[in-house]
């Protein structure tokens, strides 16, 4: 089993720059959740799909962020424009049906320049 | 959401028991009692949860309290593998974590 895997695993980019971070959720894991951590605001969640249906986007920071879940392998999240502020380790992870286990990913670390 | 509250850090010895205090005095009637930690540079790993009673896995064991406002992780003999931020999550069946600032947990030779 190869568990979540991100990609890239580390991005480095210049502000206003267009980001995409993937996402392979484990196989026949039906909920997918994307979080980012900071040292100044710890681990948040950002956006959660069951069935590969959003259902509670209420921590995305604001417009520039995007998420979608076009099939059950796979995820991405945009920013667009990039920010320094937007500088984070981003986490993916995934849970079976009904099961209250997520599994993490090992996450993408975001530099914003 | 129910707010939590974990020492901020604790030290331990290594072989030693260690016990990870948590408080969750507005948990709800539903609401499970998760357990994640997370080593230094990667994601976070589960560990144990529970609801009403006190539950053992291979990893650890999770005491809750008879009126369910707090709760204690109990690693049985700790290794220097164990040092990690401890994070005690009350979570609805929405699947939902929403993580505090957890414990960090250190182990000494």
């Known amino acids: 089993d190869a568990g979540v895997i991100q990609s890239p695993r580390h991005e480095v980019t210049e502000m206003g720059q267009e980001v995409t971070l993937r996402c392979k959720p484990i196989s026949g894991h039906n909920s997918l959740f994307w979080y980012r951590q900071t040292m100044m605001r710890g681990l948040e969640l950002l956006i959660y799909f069951n069935n590969n249906v959003p259902i509670d986007d209420s921590g995305m920071p604001e417009d520039r962020f995007s998420a979608k879940m076009p099939n059950a392998s796979f995820s991405t999240l945009k920013i667009q424009p990039s920010e320094p502020r937007d500088s984070a380790v981003y986490f993916c992870?995934?849970?079976?049906?009904?099961?209250?286990?997520?599994?993490f990913g090992p996450g993408t670390r975001l530099t914003v320049l | 959401d129910a707010k939590t509250t974990q020492p901020n850090s604790m030290e331990s010895n290594e072989e030693e028991p260690v016990h990870l205090p948590c408080n969750h005095s507005?948990?709800?009637?539903?609401?499970?009692i998760h357990w994640y930690r997370q080593l230094p540079s990667q994601g976070p790993e589960y560990v144990i949860h529970g609801l009403t009673s006190n539950v053992n896995n291979r990893m650890a064991s999770l005491a809750i309290a008879e009126d369910r406002k707090s709760s204690t992780l109990i690693l049985h003999r700790a290794t220097l593998r164990d040092a990690a931020v401890y994070y005690c999550?009350?979570?609805?069946?929405?699947?939902?974590?929403?993580f505090g600032q957890g414990t960090t947990l250190q182990v000494k030779p």
């Open positions: 507005t948990i709800s009637g539903t609401d499970y």
């Open positions: 992870a995934s849970s079976l049906p009904g099961h209250r286990k997520q599994f």
């Open positions: 999550i009350p979570s609805s069946n929405t699947g939902k974590l929403i």
